[in-house]
Structure formats: structure tokens, C-alpha cells
């Protein structure tokens, strides 16, 4: 390969990768020694709601990972709220910052790599609202699988493989329940067990997980995710290599379980039909940007950015034959070199002259209803 050849691609020498690296180290080890300070005062991380209704506020979120090949923007500037009792879906294609919106409201991203670096993401305990980019560890861990608890996406994976099924739901009730005996922990968790379903909850406790099916393996992860009564349950992928009948026996459970519980559910997921079915509110991501909320009803019967439709064209329908599946050309934009236009322009069909200018605004077709698009008809509430 010629040099010349080398900088028209992607080629990036060792001289800059060692440049980039030192650069990246100086930037995460000023953001964490204002993260590992001893003693934070409170008034630094207790704040309060712009909305009261809401448990979950994410206010202008930006977290990046500093890589060798640069920073990559894997959420950038994504606001949106999660209302008490309600279940929101996050949906969009691989990459589009999904899980690391929720990795960052629970602190679980890989630092010091991985940063919060602007931003605010305000989550109610019931006795005070914190700022969740901003609280030390010590704290989060009080909150963490108590008041806010995941079911992550493979259960294989979250569970221990050396230890029973009993003894990692109890380590989680023991954990934030310091007051109960060994035996009031046991009867928990095996009620947990009973609760999502489980045939024989105390022959369950005493297996191992490998001794489950997956179906069963993720009713497990889920009562872990219930131990401490959560606030909010953040559902990464929930139904993940599961078989249909399955994945409807644990989106009813969950429904249930919400109701019982007045908990509300942030579900992540690909699968629009377990939108459709699942959540009340609706946000749509597009490389680490929310390009549309609404409802449900708004998003499913008036999806107003072109991506939005795109994927609304992309579900297959009952009844209809087609030869071939509608799909989105062109390829998502880097996210350590992102443009400065519309991120989805170079794959839309719907452009105009506006869209060779920044990055377009919300536009609001209803007090719920936002989009981030130049090409919104009048009649919609856009400026075309």
C-alpha cells in the first residue's frame, strides 16, 4: 500500500496511536481523581427533578470511551425521562448507545476508559434525588440493586457458574438487607423464585445454573433483579436467544411483576413487536443521539424521522407476502470521527439543502412528541 493510499483510509500510525493514548491517559486521570475524592459533599450530587413525575431523568448525557484510535462518543447528548410507574423502550440498531445509556445511569462502565464527561442523569430514591454522574461509589452501591437493578442481556453469563442458584439471590438480599437472618433471606429467595414462576423454587435454589434451561436461567436473573423491591428494573434485552413462547411467558411475568411491585421498566431491545406490546413511551436512538420520542401510539402510527420509518418498514407483517425484507442502506458513522451534520443524512433518501447545515434541532410535533429532523412537514409542526 502506497502512503498515499494509507491516508485516504483508515490507517492510523504508531507516532499518533502513542499521542492519542497519552492524551487520553491525562483526560481520564483528571476525571478520575474528581470521581475517587474522599468525602463529597452532598450538596455536590443531591439535586431535584425538572419534572417530579418522573424517576429517571437523563439531562444532555455525553459518555465516551478513550480509545488508542481516539475518543469514541458512544452517547452524545441524549436527554429523555422515565416516568414513575411507566415502561419506556429503547430501541435502535447495534451501536446506536442503547446499553451504555444504562450502563452509565448504573456506573457500571469500564473505567477509567469509559466516562460520564457532561451531563446530569437525576434518579429519585423516594427520600431525596441524586445525580447519579456525580455520587460517589460508596453510595451507588447503597442503590444499586436495590433501588435500581438490570437484568442484563445473556443470564449464562450474569450468573456465577460455581455457586447455587440459592446462594447468589441470597448474597443479594443479604446485601442491602442487613437486618434479616440467614433463614428470613432463604424464605426470600425462594418466594423470589415463586414469584417469576418456578415450578420446584426450592429444588432451584439448590441447582446450579447450568442445570437450568435458558428459559429458566432468565426467570433467575430477573427474581435477582426483583430481591430489594427496585424502583426501577432496567431490561437489557430480556427474551435474548430464547424461543417465542418463552420470550411471551417472560414479558407477561414482567408485566405482572411491574404492576405488583409499581416499579417502572426501561426496556432495551431490537424487537419492535415487544415494544409495541410492552412499553408506554418510546425513544429511538441513532448513533448516541435520540433522534424521536413519544408514545407509543405516536411513534408506531406517526414515525416522523426517516430512520424511524425505516425501521418501521423493516418489521416483517403477518398476511403479506414480500420477496425481500426492507433495509436501511449505507453503514452508521464512526463514532471517534462523528460529522457535524445530521448523523443519518448519508443514508436517507429524504434529504434537502437544509440538511447540509449542523446538526438539526427537536423539533416538537406534541407536548410528547420530538423529532430531530429538517424535513418535517408543516402540518406536522416542522419549518418545511
Sequence with gaps: MKKTDKKKGNYLSMKDSNRIAKENRKITRELE????????????????????????????????????????????????????????GIVGESGCGKSVTSL??????????????????????????????????DKMCDIRGN??????????????????IGEQIDEVIALHKKDMTKEEVKARSIELLDMVGMIDPEGVYRKYPHELSGGMRQRVVIAMSLACDPKLIIADEPTTALDVTIQAQILDMLRELKERINSSIMLITHDLGVVYDMADYVVVMYAGKVIEKGTRDEIFNNPCHPYTIGLMKSKPVLGKKIDRLFNIPGNVPNPINMPDYCYFKDRCDKCTKECDGTYPGEVYLSPTHMVTCYNIPSEQGGDL
Excluded at 433501588?147 to 447455587?164: A, D, G, R, W, Y
Design 104 to 137: 452509565s445511569l448504573m456506573q457500571l462502565l469500564q473505567r477509567p476508559s469509559g466516562q460520564v464527561v457532561e451531563g446530569a442523569i437525576r434518579f429519585d430514591t423516594g427520600e431525596q434525588v441524586i445525580d447519579v454522574t456525580k455520587i460517589p461509589l
Design 33 to 88: 481523581k474528581k470521581r475517587t475524592r474522599k468525602n463529597i459533599p452532598e450538596e455536590e450530587y443531591v439535586t431535584e427533578m425538572k419534572n417530579p413525575e418522573n424517576i429517571v431523568e437523563f439531562d444532555n448525557v455525553h459518555t465516551y470511551f478513550y480509545t488508542d484510535a481516539g475518543v469514541a462518543k458512544a452517547v452524545n447528548g441524549v436527554s429523555f425521562g422515565i416516568s414513575k410507574g411507566k415502561t419506556i
Design 147 to 164: 433501588q435500581l437493578s438490570m437484568i442484563f442481556q445473556e443470564p449464562m453469563t450474569t450468573l456465577n457458574p460455581v455457586f447455587k
